[in-house]
């Protein structure tokens, strides 16, 4: 999209070096939930769940994230309808998006998070976690899944991005 800084697959990737770990986005209203990946980048764990305030002191509480856990790189779930078009939550990510790189250099990417809070929130039911657990829980293990599929793409799904050729 125009004026998006957000880069492709490709180029986040080479924007990397091997052992920069991840944080993993899941950006919505209320709260942003995020996951971290390990050195490997192989493993995204649940990190913490940010209650949103204003966007300075939410993204200083990121940016801090990052720095305290050698964060280069950040993934933001990229809510698409199920027909993969983008409404008003996808213009917002965005929006957030273009505001975050006035704040940092870090490389953006999106992952399609499409089903991401469904499954997880499946997933605490099938663990019988209850609705008040679940809520608390739900923000960060949606970043962890939106995460770890962008982890298993680029380390599974085909020849690895990481890889020199």
Known sequence: MANDPSLSLEDFCDALYDDDRLIGIDLGTKTIGLALTDSGRQIASPLETIKRKKFTQDVERL??????????????????????????RCQATRAFVRNLTQKTEIPITYWDERL???????TLIEADRSRARRAELVDKMAATYILQGFLDRINYGGTSLFDEE
Do not use: F
Request: with cysteine.
């Open 63 to 88: 940016l801090d994230l990052c720095h305290e856990h050698g964060v280069y790189g950040l993934v933001i779930g990229l809510p698409l309808n199920m027909d993969g078009t983008e409404g008003p």
């Open 116 to 122: 991401s809070t469904a499954a997880v929130t499946r």
